[in-house]
């Protein structure tokens, strides 16, 4: 939804097809968009421009907890 008016779509979302840190080959799909409109692939390719970076070495490996509320 593009606004928190919206009704929220049960088939919209994205799917992660590959992990990170795993190999991935030229050209091979990194998400697949899910919508029931047409004219919101438009917007969701937007907002997740840059979400991602594919580079030659894996990405540091990050703590599953970043901090504990004492």
């Known amino acids: 939804r ?4 919206d ?9 992660c097809l590959a992990k990170p840190g795993e ?4 050209g091979q799909p990194l998400l697949e968009l899910r919508a029931d409109q047409k004219s919101a692939f438009a917007g ?7 979400a991602f970076e594919v ?3 894996p990405p540091a ?3 599953l907890v970043i ?4």
């Open 23 to 26: 190999r991935v080959a030229a």
């Open 67 to 70: 901090d504990r509320i004492g």
């Open 7 to 15: 009704s929220v779509s049960a088939v919209a979302g994205v799917i």
């Open 2 to 5: 593009a606004r928190k008016e």
């Open 55 to 57: 580079g030659p070495e």
């Open 44 to 50: 969701a390719r937007e907002a997740l421009s840059g």
């Open 61 to 63: 490996v990050r703590p």
